[in-house]
């Protein structure tokens, strides 16, 4: 399987807050082709008609005739659970895969700030009625994010995601210090064991030099992995407090909302894009460079500041379709495409 290097982006936006459900922010594109030949794109998003107060964004889903023109689904796949401590506030970050019985959807799920963000998994008949699995999937002392789950040749399943790795004082408290590419191992899709070492290291230049966010992996000859990834704001850059780091904060006001709060940390400084890496057996990568960027703050691109968190999807004709989080100079996030070369 060949996975291309260059690619152009395609106009316009695929998916744009237009509704209470996805007003304030849309992020963190799943694209999945179903059996009738469509597309149906999962994403997080929050609006004002969020289901409870504190809540800080859930999984919605569009549907397309062609990939390129999406029309919102009624209602939301997956919401955060309020009485359940480690998903109380967030999901988001969704990664799909077949299973026998239907799909199982594995996502990151947030509580407050000071306990580690964690993986779970919820499974459908259809894609679109989703029953929460119990439990964890995956998590560790700092935190793990942005699950991607790769089925493997001998049966197996691999899931790769972000690791967040504090100082002693640990998540909501402590300085995080990284956040390298890990995996871990499955037979059943739902019982993981870390494999060792790192997939991917961050913070190895200065274009990564705020962490990794998010990492596609392609399995082939060789495999190839998209991630994106952030560079730290000019010294001296006083960076307002981003609301999932806080742990005493309580966004349920109409005016001091999560998602404000969140976009205005995004603005301070912060630049993310897209890179590139390979490894001949999906454990051991190496870096290739930078496949997207904007055109920077004050620029007119749609992902001027910021692109990250994608999710690909190769076409009927052979070539490969990017989907991923953009955000413009305005601070305005939409989910943006690219098509390979």
């Known amino acids: ?6 690619w152009r982006k395609e106009k316009g936006a ?14 963190a594109p799943c694209i999945v082709a179903t059996a009738d030949g469509r597309y149906r794109l999962f994403y997080t998003g929050v609006g004002p008609a969020k289901p409870f107060a504190d809540c800080q964004g ?11 023109s999406f029309v919102a689904e ?33 996502f990151e799920a947030r509580g407050p700030a000071d306990l580690p963000t964690s993986i779970c998994s919820a499974v459908s008949p ?6 929460l699995e119990p439990g964890m999937r995956l998590s560790s002392a700092g935190g793990v994010g942005a699950p991607r789950y790769v089925s493997l040749p001998d049966g197996r399943g ?24 890990v995996s871990a191992i499955t037979r059943d899709g739902l019982t993981f064991m870390r494999e060792p070492g790192i997939r991917l290291r961050d913070r190895e230049s200065d274009l990564d030099s705020a962490g990794i966010t998010a990492a596609e992996p392609v399995p082939g000859e060789p495999w190839v992995m998209y991630f994106s990834a952030w560079q730290d704001v000019p010294a001296g850059t006083v960076v307002p407090p981003h609301p999932s780091a806080d742990p005493t904060a309580r966004m349920s006001g109409s005016s001091a909302n999560f998602a404000a709060a969140s976009i205005a940390a995004d603005m301070a400084g912060y630049r993310s894009r897209i890179f590139t890496a390979r490894s ?19 620029g007119i691109d749609l992902d001027a500041v910021h692109a990250e968190d994608m999710s690909l999807i190769k076409l009927p004709d052979g070539r490969w ?13 939409r989910i943006v495409s690219a098509i390979s070369d």
């Open 1 to 6: 399987m060949s996975i291309p290097h260059t």
């Open 14 to 27: 695929r998916i744009e807050g237009h509704r209470d459900l996805d007003l304030w922010k849309v992020q």
């Open 280 to 298: 001949s057996n999906g454990l051991d990568w190496v870096r290739d460079g930078l496949v997207i960027e904007g055109d920077g703050y004050g």
């Open 58 to 68: 859930y999984i919605l889903s569009a549907v397309s005739d062609d990939g390129l």
């Open 158 to 181: 691999r899931l790769y995601c972000v690791e967040s790795r504090y100082d002693a004082a640990g998540p909501g408290r402590g300085r995080r210090l990284s956040t390298p590419v």
């Open 74 to 106: 009624p209602g939301i796949r997956l919401q955060p659970d309020s009485a359940t401590r480690h998903m109380s506030l967030r999901v988001l970050a969704p990664s799909v895969a077949r299973i026998n019985a239907g799909w199982r959807m594995y």
């Open 126 to 131: 259809d894609l679109l009625d989703w029953t």
């Open 321 to 333: 379709r990017m989907y991923y989080a953009a955000c413009d100079t305005h601070g305005v996030w």
